[in-house]
């Protein structure tokens, strides 16, 4: 008998190799189909799939109408993501509209608010400055009244003789006028930044240029007369002395400006403000009863002579006392009109339609003589809802915040700038033109930064969102509530800066579109109302929140660092390599065509294409380490545009605005450059959009500075 074992092929022969191989082909073939099933199933479950939720509809309906697809991203990025076929929309603007809105229907909703709560004022409020029936028949009687307590003026008959200094003291304190100066509190520029008072040049609210074409400031002497005149006759004055009373107004107005100082002539004395009492201002401009005027206006504050003030422009303030002198002594009278002609400007939005259509025409004239474009029309509401906001700020904000940045959206927006943030730690390590010692520096600083997302923390304590702003008196008139909020605002203002100053001071309102980097603080600031559709959202493919909001981020951040940009700003640096970069970038935005009638200076801007094309990169890099970790990435329905291709879209998406003629003092770039500079630094970018090699945004060279 042969035993089973006896039977089995001996290993190594024919046999036995025969069945070996036939066994380790079937594994082979089994291992493959399991990897192609498995490949499949994770293509499946984790590859890009459409986003269906209504809010990645609307924003891929937005895309589809701001932008135009006939045109080649390749050579022309800005307008295939901005180029509507009716002109280029705003995207800044479109979010602080829509944000306008929301408030507006906070405002109209009233839910219920609790009797004499600040939420119940501020419904009040708005709903007495939407009630233009009530203006139209009060007319103008509400101003005569507030000009009678002043004590009248010569062209409408009843008045009584100036007493300068009384008059100079209402209208600071009671009206939030001021004739000659502009005095504010504000923190002082070096640390610890303690509330001072400053003393800055006025705001004129004519155009003139002290470089001015005789014709061109001939054209708005006209129109600025007319308008002054109107003012005067619907106020009752008598025609002929009106002209005459609103024609030497305009001559005053004309002397102060011709006594102002350019803020780069200031700066080259090396004079941008100075530290004198209030005793040494007098001395210096004796026509101002400083003291008392100052006193009034920042009550409860508690003044003396020694007290400190800021003087932005110490000479103006010397000229324009010497001119209030020379009036006193020979047209007291006139003085006394252009006083009064000033506050009717500043309170005529608080009047009836016949105001508001004198103010109308004369800036439509006045835009059309310094060739700056019409100003479209703004509806009622949004002008009730932007006061409203100004007076009833900390209750405003509290209802914004709860309705448009709940505390999932803020957890995601934090989420998002922590990859931001940490991705720029990490990258600066890399920088070749950093060494050892700078690149720690820097890291240390970024990771000391503060950032305040939404709404500041003080803004929204609950004692201040309650508030019942017992001070207002709402009516009987809506300008008289005007002048109620305008007085609670100002006790506020003061009453704040006496109170031990909160970690930062925002400078923006919660439902504003404007991030900012605060040197002096050194903190970061995004606003809820900036971290909304469509630049950021939970429910977003994370292409759109990184593109979009982390690119500007990462902008923000980056403005951390622009000292080290500035000539010996980093003298540890290796300013070879630096300044080749800056260069490179300098040579590479000044190729590119603009459309007619814009330009820009790049001395002014090159920070900002820094911190633009930086920003980019960093976004880019924070988007990609995220898809490493993260599957499951969508995109928007019927685009056919891939995440990668999602991500840059956004990014220009921020940037979508009309090219407009360029302000001389404008820090960035227009903005077409703002697109296609930093987009053609990124090979990715030429890379995911298949741009061969040559085209515009797909050059031979890239900048690489951050």
């Not at 014709?215 to 009106?242: C, F, H, M, W």
């Not at 939005?349 to 259509?357: C, T």
């Not at 005007?482 to 704040?496: D, E, K, P, T």
């Not at 094309?613 to 960093?618: K, M, Q, R």
Request: proline share 8%.
């Amino acid at each position: 008998m042969i035993s089973p074992e006896e039977r089995l092929p001996v290993e190594g022969s024919r046999p036995w190799a025969v069945a070996r191989r036939v066994l380790t082909a079937i594994l082979l073939v089994g291992l493959l189909l399991c990897s192609s099933v498995l490949l499949f199933y994770t293509f499946w479950n984790c590859g890009p799939r459409p986003c269906e939720t209504p809010v990645c509809l609307d924003l891929r309906d937005h895309y589809l109408a701001s932008g135009n697809t006939s045109v080649a991203p390749c050579t022309d990025f800005f307008s295939f993501a901005c180029g509507r076929a009716k002109g280029t929309n705003n995207s800044f603007q479109e979010l602080a509209k829509r944000n306008k809105n929301r408030l507006r229907r906070i405002l109209e909703a009233q839910n219920s608010p609790h009797p004499g709560s600040g939420e119940e004022k501020a419904f009040q409020f708005y709903n007495s400055c939407m009630d233009t029936r009530a203006i139209e028949a009060a007319g103008a009687a509400p101003l005569r009244q507030v000009i009678e307590e002043l004590g009248g003026w010569r062209i409408s008959g009843n008045w009584t003789s100036l007493n300068f200094n009384r008059m100079l003291r209402l209208l600071m304190s009671q009206y939030g006028h001021f004739p000659f100066f502009r005095a504010y509190l504000g923190p002082h520029p070096a640390f610890p930044h303690t509330p001072v008072i400053q003393i800055d040049q006025p705001e004129f609210d004519v155009p003139l240029k002290q470089d001015q074409e005789q014709k061109i400031y001939a054209q708005i002497y006209r129109e600025y007369l007319t308008y002054l005149s109107q003012l005067g006759t619907l106020l009752g004055g008598d025609p002929n002395k009106v002209q005459q009373h609103a024609s030497l107004s305009i001559s005053i107005t004309s002397q102060l400006f011709q006594f102002l100082r350019p803020l780069e002539q200031r700066q080259a004395q090396g004079k941008l403000f100075q530290m004198v009492t209030i005793d040494q201002l007098k001395e210096m401009a004796p026509a101002i009863d400083w003291l008392s005027c100052l006193q009034a206006t920042f009550t409860p504050m508690s003044l003396s002579p020694s007290q400190l003030l800021m003087v932005h422009d110490l000479e103006y303030l010397k000229n324009m006392s010497q001119l209030v002198e020379d009036l006193l002594l020979k047209d007291r009278d006139f003085l006394q009109s252009h006083m009064i002609l000033g506050l009717v400007g500043t309170l005529s939005p608080a009047l009836d339609s016949q105001f508001q259509e004198a103010r109308r025409k004369l800036s439509q004239k006045l835009r059309e003589l310094t060739e700056q474009p019409p100003m479209p029309a703004r509806p009622r509401w949004m002008k009730c809802v932007e006061e409203t906001g100004t007076f009833f700020q900390p209750t405003l904000a509290a209802l914004f915040v709860r309705e448009a940045f709940g505390p999932s959206t803020r957890s995601a927006a934090m989420e998002l700038f922590t990859v931001i943030r940490d991705t720029l730690i990490t990258h600066l390590r890399k920088l070749p033109w950093m060494n050892k010692e700078t690149q720690n520096m820097a890291q240390d600083k970024v990771a000391q930064l503060r950032v305040e997302m939404g709404a500041s923390e003080w803004t929204l304590k609950p004692e201040l969102a309650q508030q019942e702003y017992s001070d207002i008196q709402l009516g009987p008139s809506f300008l008289q509530s005007v002048l109620s909020c305008v007085r609670s605002l100002r006790a506020r203002i003061v009453q704040s800066f006496l109170r031990p100053f909160p970690p930062h001071r925002w400078q923006v309102s919660p439902w504003e579109v404007n991030a900012y980097y605060s040197i002096s603080d050194h903190v970061v600031v995004f606003p809820a109302g900036l971290l909304q559709p469509p630049f950021f959202h939970p429910d977003y493919p994370r292409a759109v929140n990184f593109g979009a909001a982390g690119s500007i981020m990462a902008h923000e951040l980056l403005h951390i660092f622009y000292e080290l940009l500035l000539p010996g700003g980093c003298l540890d640096c290796d300013t070879h390599a630096l300044q080749e970069a800056l260069l490179c970038l300098e040579r590479h935005y000044a190729a590119f065509p603009l459309p007619n009638g814009t330009s820009f200076n790049n001395s002014l801007t090159f920070l900002e294409n820094a911190a633009d094309a930086g920003g980019l990169a960093i976004a880019l890099q924070a988007y990609n380490k995220r898809l490493l970790w993260h599957h499951g990435e969508t995109v928007l329905p019927n685009l056919d545009l891939t995440p990668q291709q999602i991500f840059f879209r956004s990014y220009a998406q921020v940037m979508c605005r009309e090219p407009s003629p360029k302000d001389s003092h404008d820090t960035h770039s227009p903005p077409q450059l703002r697109v296609h500079g930093p987009l053609s630094s990124t090979p990715a970018f030429a890379r995911h959009f298949r741009c061969p090699p040559g085209a515009l945004l797909n050059p031979s060279s890239h900048c690489q500075l951050w």
